[in-house]
């Protein structure tokens, strides 16, 4: 008679998988249910971090997925909407300047190449270090104009606002009430 604890897994996807692959190596006895008839692969594939692959080592499992992996040379983010590459510029200045000093950050002229407008110019001076706060009030200030230019965009209309950001209706509910901008669905500015 087999003394091992038995282990039943309910689901054989990445998590179900390694929960099983982890208590096997410490000797439990395993058992996976999965509903699928196969094991395959499903969807366009995953993005794993270095932190995974130590995971992944302590499973036992690391040089077999690096051997699978297909390593990028660059990431680009992309606006879903309009297909346009994000870039560092499109942060607000503040962001930027609040870096640590251990990152170097180019200014806002080496990011346009020399390239400046009013509004940049203006946007830089006025992120001087006292008007620097944590980066999470700028990035809430960020959502909160972010919101309030979809909102106004759609005149008002919460369900295309919705699509337009990517988001569903309710989570753009409670991001409105969130910031108070409850009243621009119902009067949505001129």
């Keep these: 008679m087999d003394k091992r604890p038995a282990v039943i897994v309910a689901g054989g996807g990445i998590g179900g998988l390694a929960a099983a692959l982890g208590l096997a190596n410490k000797g439990c006895n395993v058992t996976v249910l999965e509903q699928a008839d196969k094991f ?7 993005q794993i971090g270095p932190n995974a692959f130590h995971a992944m080592d302590y499973l ?7 051997a699978k992996a297909v390593y990028i040379d660059r990431l680009i983010m992309m606006d879903g909407m309009t297909g346009a590459e994000i870039t560092l510029d499109h942060l607000p200045a503040v962001i930027a300047v609040a870096a640590p000093a251990s990152i170097r950050v180019p ?6 190449n020399g390239a400046t407008n009013a509004a940049t110019n203006a946007a830089t001076n006025a992120a001087t270090p006292a008007a620097v706060g944590p980066l999470v009030a700028a990035a809430r200030e960020f959502e909160k104009g972010h919101l309030r230019r979809a909102v106004a965009a759609t005149g008002g209309k919460r369900v295309k606002a919705a699509e337009m950001l990517g988001i569903s209706r309710k989570s753009l509910w409670e991001k409105l009430r969130m910031y108070d901008l409850e009243e621009a669905v119902r009067k949505p500015a001129a």
């Design 60 to 66: 036992g499992v690391g040089d077999a997925g690096r």
């Design 40 to 46: 395959g692969e499903i969807g366009a594939g995953i």
């Design 107 to 112: 200014s806002v002229r080496e990011a346009t």
